[in-house]
Structure formats: structure tokens, C-alpha cells
């Protein structure tokens, strides 16, 4: 056979990774006000006990299933999502990363409506989104033209005292 048919095999070869130690970045968006989505990104290195590389992963982000995409530069790993503004609340998300059998066992519990929290993750990750700023409660316009509304009735209150 040719090294191209070999290649695929040699990618996914099934290795299992043993206590793993991770370490990990994560970033979400503040700034709501000119976006749609808010965006979560997880970016973590991945070192095996067992020396395993060239992992497979997966991460499951409140039951919706992500391909966990490797580096090309580094040996790290990078998970990313979105999630509409109004949709997106403050707090702490939990990823469960799976390896391929975790990942399979994933995939069977949710065929058979089993809870899917109750296949162990290879590792998990706690994101915390503090909030979106979505602006001022009052709007800085509003606020001058208070002041200045407020600035003539006293000009104008102070006239009439003096004239009467």
C-alpha cells in the first residue's frame, strides 16, 4: 500500500492518554456592545504519563459536542465556541475533554438518553465568564440634557424670584 492509505491509520492509532497534566489559557468576550455572540476559547497543552501524543479530543460544552483542533506550531490543543448575546450568562462553564473512548462513550450514552455527565471525562476545564458590559444603564445624552433642563429652571426660577 501507498504511505497516504498508511497515514490516516498512524494518525488515529488509539492511544490513550494516562494522567494527563494540563495547562491551560482561557479567554471569553466582555464587550458586548458591537457583537452578536459572545466567544469562548479554551487553549491548553496536554502531557501524558504515558508519553502518548498526537491525541484525538473532544469536548462537550453543555451537551453540544466540539472537535478539540490541535496546533500546527505547538503541541497544544484549542476549543472555541459562541453563544448568541442575550444566551451567553455569567458564571463558570464547565468543558469535559474526552480522548477517543471517552468520546465513544459519549456518543453511546446520548444514543440510549443516558445522562452523559456519567461517562468520566479524560480531564475538564472550568471557563468563567464574568459577564458582558452591555453600556451605561443611562445614557450620557439623557444626562446633559437633565443638567441642562434642571440649569434653566433655576436660571429661570432665580429671574422671576428677583423681578417679583
Not at 44 to 55: M, P, Q, T
Not at 86 to 114: F, H
Not at 117 to 142: C, D, I, M, R
Amino acid at each position: 500500500l501507498c504511505p497516504q492509505v498508511l497515514l490516516p491509520t498512524h494518525i488515529f492509532s488509539g492511544e490513550t492518554c494516562e494522567k494527563p497534566e494540563v495547562t491551560h489559557k482561557l479567554y471569553t468576550t466582555t464587550d458586548g456592545l458591537i457583537v452578536a455572540n459572545i466567544a469562548f476559547i479554551a487553549e491548553f497543552d496536554v502531557k501524558c504519563r504515558n508519553g502518548a501524543k498526537d491525541l484525538a479530543l473532544y469536548a462537550d460544552v453543555n451537551g453540544k459536542v466540539l472537535p478539540a483542533v490541535r496546533s500546527l506550531d505547538t503541541s497544544g490543543y484549542q476549543v472555541s465556541w459562541t453563544e448568541e448575546l442575550s444566551k451567553a450568562a455569567s458564571g463558570e462553564y464547565v468543558i469535559r475533554i474526552y480522548d477517543d473512548e471517552g468520546y465513544t462513550a459519549l456518543r453511546k450514552a446520548q444514543r440510549t438518553g443516558e445522562d452523559a455527565k456519567s461517562v468520566t471525562p479524560l480531564f475538564t476545564l472550568n471557563v468563567h465568564h464574568p459577564g458582558t458590559y452591555h453600556g451605561a444603564w443611562v445614557q450620557s445624552e439623557f444626562v446633559a440634557v437633565l443638567v441642562a433642563v434642571l440649569l434653566w429652571y433655576f436660571a429661570y426660577s432665580s429671574k422671576m424670584k428677583l423681578q417679583a
